[in-house]
Nanobody, 123 residues
Framework: VQLQASGGGLVQAGGSLRLSCAAS????????MGWFRQAPGLEREFVAA????????YYADSVKGRFTISRDNAKNTVYLQMNSLKSEDTAVYYC?????????????????WGQGTQVTVSS
C-alpha cells in the first residue's frame, strides 16, 4: 500500500483544515487507517484511527471534539477534518495503514506510512 497525504497548510487559530490520504492498492478497505503527527523536537503521537468499515474510531484526548476521521473505501481515501485549530496542533501529519482487524493507537503497529503534510497554526 502506498499512501499520499495532502491538505496541509497555514491557518489561523480557530480555523479549519481537511487532510486527505489517498491509498493505492485494491485492499484499502481491509486496512485500519490512522493519523499521527510530529511536532519539532517531539515524538510522533497518535491523533486518530478508524477501522475497516468505520465502526471503530479512536481519538487522542487532545483532539477529541475538534477532529473527525472518516474514510471513503470507494475512493481509497481517509480524511481528517480539523476544526478549532490551536497553535499546539502545529506539526507534520502522517497517515498510516495497518493490516489488522484491530484498531491501535501505537504507531509501531502500523505497516505503511505516507510522506507527511505540514500543518501550521498561527496564533
Amino acid at each position: 500500500v502506498q499512501l499520499q497525504a495532502s491538505g496541509g497548510g497555514l491557518v489561523q487559530a480557530g480555523g479549519s483544515l481537511r487532510l486527505s490520504c489517498a491509498a493505492s492498492g485494491r485492499t484499502f478497505r481491509s486496512y485500519v487507517m490512522g493519523w499521527f503527527r510530529q511536532a519539532p523536537g517531539l515524538e510522533r503521537e497518535f491523533v486518530a484511527a478508524i477501522s475497516w468499515l468505520g465502526g471503530t474510531i479512536y481519538y487522542a484526548d487532545s483532539v477529541k471534539g475538534r477532529f473527525t476521521i472518516s474514510r471513503d473505501n470507494a475512493k481509497n481515501t481517509v480524511y481528517l477534518q480539523m476544526n478549532s485549530l490551536k497553535s499546539e496542533d502545529t506539526a507534520v501529519y502522517y497517515c498510516a495503514a495497518e493490516d489488522s482487524p484491530l484498531v491501535h493507537r501505537d504507531s509501531r503497529e502500523y505497516d505503511y506510512w505516507g510522506q507527511g503534510t505540514q500543518v501550521t497554526v498561527s496564533s
